[in-house]
């Protein structure tokens, strides 16, 4: 996957909140962001094929913006 911001080719990580969206958008595009639990989130975000960082590198304010990162992306 080639990062939007950095141009670089390597796996996601926590800090691509709006790259992370975009796959989740494609993997679960029946899902309204704005219900999910915090603990699906995550679980969700590392089993994304192109996450590549460390599962407890994860924090309440990463998981927030990437959930309102995703909510860009559906509306």
């Known amino acids: 996957m080639l990062n939007i911001y ?3 080719h ?3 990580r926590w ?6 969206a975009i796959e989740l958008v494609e993997a679960h595009p029946d899902v309204d ?8 989130l995550h679980a969700w975000v590392c089993a994304l094929p192109e996450f590549n960082d460390d599962p407890n590198k994860s924090t309440e304010g990463l998981l927030e913006a990437i959930q309102m990162a995703w909510l860009d992306e559906v509306r």
């Open 15 to 20: 800090t691509d909140t709006i790259d992370i």
């Open 6 to 8: 950095s141009g670089c």
């Open 33 to 40: 962001p704005q219900w999910i639990r915090f603990t699906d």
């Open 10 to 12: 390597m796996g996601l």
